[in-house]
């Protein structure tokens, strides 16, 4: 088992800064990934970002030049930097982890999701 804690998120104006944190404990394994997704009302949820152990990155097409992930793997914490905030970018912004053994992915953990709200 694998326990995530999320923090940051609230309500900001357009064009400001946020940052959110998201930090993992438990049965970790040496390889895995972590990666943000988020889900908008009415609206599927769509992976943001996602970060590899070993540091490779993948970004959606929307929040690229925006938006970096990077972690800290001795503190296991994965960070999600938010700059030029739009109002489309409202959503619950949730925390993923997956373990790998191999060539499989094993376990599929979540945060407890925070609130990202952009309005004027």
């Known amino acids: 088992q694998v326990q995530l804690v999320e923090s940051g998120g609230g309500l900001v104006q357009p064009g400001v800064s946020l940052r959110l944190s998201c930090a993992a404990s438990g049965n970790i394994f040496s390889i895995n990934v972590m990666g943000w997704y988020r889900q908008a009302p009415g609206k599927q949820r769509e992976l943001v970002a996602t970060?590899?152990?070993?540091?490779?990155?993948n970004y959606a097409e929307s929040v690229k030049g925006r938006f970096t992930i990077s972690r800290d793997n001795a503190k296991n914490t994965v960070y999600l930097q938010m700059n030029s905030l739009k109002p489309e970018d409202t959503a619950v912004y949730f925390c993923?982890?997956?373990?790998?053994?191999?060539?499989?992915?094993?376990?599929?953990?979540w945060g407890q999701g925070a609130q990202v709200t952009v309005s004027s």
């Open positions: 970060i590899t152990s070993g540091g490779p990155t």
């Open positions: 993923n982890f997956k373990n790998r053994l191999g060539l499989s992915y094993t376990g599929d953990f």
